[in-house]
């Protein structure tokens, strides 16, 4: 069975006329009668019959006109999807993002592509930084969202935010009742941390401000994940740190623990967010949702404001 024999057929049912429908198919009547015959053959049944007067459609036929217009159907959709994917407006976008980027870029990138490419989807998943430049060099995500610009100069980036860190506390720690403290008084402050190739930026930027400020912070224990600090921070007399978005969503979510945010200041620790893509890969599905991310800019704060930051130091 081949396409064009459908298409003849669904001509032919049109027209009941052998004359008529050869004329639009642009061929001779037997070779029309013949691709009849071929499809006929292939399905082992008879689909038109014909007198010297008419040309009727048998039962059969008549069953075999939805069938061969739902296949050549099927048929056109997968051409204009692959045209689509080809051109950047069908499939699948992977992309690695923080809460940060969740809550303060992706609902207007996303609002933009459903209107503009509604046929492309967007699949994110929450990840570190580190773990998303590893997944972004693997192939296994078509964009990051990081904290600091990309380590590899080749590599195709776009600022988008900055937000503030913060320190998380339990609600028994001396901070607890404070609203924000200079970050010099972290200076003796035993601290909670996590390995540098989780988020190196954060990570740099913590150390880096700290000892810009004359001291090394006591770091006495790693926490990967920011659950695990609220739950640690609620239950010993330690400081944790993690976004203001961050905080903002463990607090609220937190049961049976009660950590509390304390904004640091004196400086503002600030972290710059960043999409990252690979100009060594050609996919124009990660160009259009490049190009709508620079549309939908300039992107919210998701934390609070500060009113005075250092750099992030590192990426």
Not at 59 to 82: H, I, Y
Not at 96 to 125: H, I, K, M
Not at 290 to 312: E, I, N, T, Y
Request: net charge neutral.
């Amino acid at each position: 069975m081949e396409l064009r024999h459908l298409h003849s057929f669904l001509t032919l049912a049109e027209e009941l006329h052998f004359g008529r429908a050869a004329q639009r198919l642009h061929m001779a009547q037997p070779s029309l009668s013949q691709q009849i015959q071929r499809l006929e053959q292939s399905l082992g049944t008879q689909l038109v019959a014909r007198s010297s007067h008419e040309v009727h459609l048998t039962p059969a036929g008549e069953a075999f006109v939805v069938e061969a217009q739902a296949v050549l159907s099927r048929v056109d959709r997968a051409k204009e999807t692959t045209r689509h994917a080809a051109e950047g407006r069908a499939g699948t976008v992977r992309v690695g993002c923080n809460l940060p980027a969740a809550q303060g870029v992706l609902p207007r990138v996303l609002a933009r592509l459903r209107s503009e490419l509604p046929d492309v989807v967007v699949a994110p998943r929450e990840m570190w930084t580190g773990p998303q430049l590893r997944a972004l060099q693997a192939g296994d995500i078509d964009v990051a969202m990081v904290y600091g610009p990309p380590p590899d100069g080749d590599w195709g980036h776009q600022r988008l935010l900055r937000t503030p860190l913060v320190a998380l506390v339990g609600d028994r720690h001396p901070w607890a009742s404070l609203g924000q403290v200079s970050f010099a008084e972290l200076q003796g402050q035993q601290c909670l941390l996590f390995r540098r190739e989780r988020s190196p930026a954060m990570y740099d930027l913590i150390t880096h401000t700290a000892g810009a400020a004359g001291f090394t912070l006591d770091v006495v224990d790693q926490v990967e994940d920011p659950v695990a600090t609220s739950i640690v921070v609620s239950m010993r007399n330690v400081v944790g740190f993690c976004s203001a978005s961050r905080a903002a969503a463990v607090c609220a979510s937190a049961v049976g623990i009660r950590p509390v945010t304390v904004a640091l200041v004196d400086p503002v620790p600030a972290l710059e967010l960043y999409a990252v893509w690979r100009y060594d890969v050609d996919n124009p599905l990660v160009e259009e949702f490049v190009r709508c991310l620079k549309a939908s800019a300039p992107f919210g704060q998701p934390g609070r404001r500060p009113a005075a930051a250092v750099r992030a130091v590192g990426a």
